[in-house]
């Protein structure tokens, strides 16, 4: 019976709708779930009273919709070993109710205690993810993407798709590497996926690369993103991984030509990225490849500058700002695009899709020309997102433009981009979308 308390609040209702995930749904007893978001609960903080109710011996666990985070159930930290004498892991923090019990949510590095527990997903659940996750990428016009983090199984699916003909969506994979808490595995495991890169390549995807985190989520009501302070310090603990880690990886990974991307959202994990390349150009000079900074929402004054002579790209996620609300006021004065394009530093674009609905591009194109002092034109805006995209990747000889000799990779749209406004750029639909040749998406 469900407990009559779930009926009187959206927050319940939540809950109740997790109640009713059928068995089959259920890995190893397990409900494992997307997303929280601290304004749903009162107080603005999640905890695992709201979950102990319905399931007290079901394990749960629910993501927060950054990813950075978890909320897990009673049942869930008994089977991890987790209580309120557990102390925080590297780069992690557990958090407390003020009598010292556990609120059950886990920040950053701290969610590996528990997903580490977790049942994987199965070979089947992730091969129809990514069908589905081509599928919509080819309605909203996107041919060519970068995957900022995948698993071993994600990659032995991806492979396999590919080779029965069935992948409809050029790709650069990024293995995870560095603290498993966001890529749900160790670094053994990593290392093994990474190693077998040259078997798993296939014609339409590469698994040159590779992904590292250096913060987290610049969002409340945590803010884990690692900011300088006024002296040019930052808290060393908030970091997924040393900066000394990411420079000795990061020169490694440029000697065996993987392409890396580091998640940076706060000046100060923006300085250790530039600092970890800073050093890794040293020691390995230009080697022609140019690492991604991904999401780049901050950069000091003094780093800003440094991007364009170490071959930095800077990846903008601007699609976030989608989301209106006190969660994202934060954001405010975030992506430097002007700024960055005037050091002529190359860009490119990432939906974060993880965050919104959907990996539609067009919104945050439209924000792209409508962002006060740093707004930037449109054929700037739609040379990041198309032919600067596609060259960072090592396609640049293929795709990105429409070229004799190039791939046939084309969109056709529901109106001309240079004759509207930005806020109706923003609303444009992908009426088809040709791949290779072959029309992969018509609208209905």
Not at 60 to 66: C, L, P
Not at 83 to 94: A, L, N, V
Not at 408 to 427: C, H
């Amino acid at each position: 019976m469900v407990p009559i308390t779930l009926l009187k609040s959206p927050l319940n209702q939540s809950v109740m709708r997790l109640w009713l995930f059928p068995e089959s749904k259920r890995p190893d007893g397990w409900i494992i779930a997307d997303v929280y978001r601290g304004d749903n609960f009162p107080d603005g903080y999640a905890d695992r009273k709201f979950l102990d109710e319905a399931f007290p011996d079901t394990p749960v666990y629910i993501r927060e919709w950054s990813y950075h985070h978890g909320l897990a159930n009673s049942k869930a930290l008994e089977i991890a070993g987790v209580d309120r004498d557990t102390p925080d892991p590297d780069g992690g923090k557990i958090l407390h109710r003020d009598d010292g019990e556990l609120t059950g949510e886990l920040l950053a590095g701290a969610t590996w205690l528990v997903t580490q527990h977790m049942p994987p997903l199965s070979e089947e659940a992730v091969r129809q993810a990514l069908l589905d996750t081509a599928a919509l990428c080819a309605e909203y016009g996107i041919t060519s993407v970068q995957d900022a983090g995948i698993t071993e199984t994600m990659a032995l699916q991806l492979h396999a798709l590919d080779q029965e003909g069935l992948w409809n969506l050029r790709t650069l994979a990024h293995v995870f590497w560095g603290n498993p808490a966001v890529s749900m595995m160790s670094i053994e495991q990593s290392e093994e996926t990474i190693a077998k890169r040259a078997e798993l390549r296939s014609p339409r995807i590469s698994f040159d690369g590779v992904k590292l985190l250096i913060d987290g989520s610049p969002l409340q009501p945590h803010h884990t993103d690692v900011q300088l302070d006024g002296h040019g310090h930052f808290d060393r603990s908030k970091l997924y991984t040393s900066p000394e880690t990411i420079a000795a990886a990061l020169t490694r990974f440029d000697i065996e030509g993987l392409h890396v991307k580091m998640h940076a959202v706060g000046t100060g994990a923006n300085r250790v990225a530039l600092d970890a390349i800073s050093a890794m150009r040293k020691v390995n000079g230009q080697s022609g490849l140019m690492p991604e900074i991904a999401h780049s929402l901050y950069f000091s004054p003094e780093d800003l500058v440094r991007l364009e002579p170490l071959g930095v790209v800077a990846e903008m996620s601007p699609a976030i700002w989608q989301i209106k609300g006190p969660l994202t006021e934060s954001l405010a004065g975030a992506w430097p695009f002007r700024s960055l394009l005037n050091h002529g530093v190359t860009m490119t674009i990432g939906s974060d899709w993880v965050m919104l609905p959907s990996p539609n591009l067009f919104p945050a194109i439209g924000g792209m020309l409508d962002h006060g002092d740093e707004s930037i034109s449109l054929a700037d805006a739609l040379e990041i997102a198309t032919r600067n995209g596609a060259t960072v990747a090592g396609w640049g000889d293929t795709a990105g433009s429409i070229e004799v000799g190039k791939m046939a990779d084309m969109i056709v749209l529901d109106r001309n981009l240079f004759a509207v406004s930005p806020e109706q750029v923003g609303k444009t639909r992908v009426l088809k979308t040709i791949f290779e040749g072959r029309e992969i998406y018509t609208a209905q």
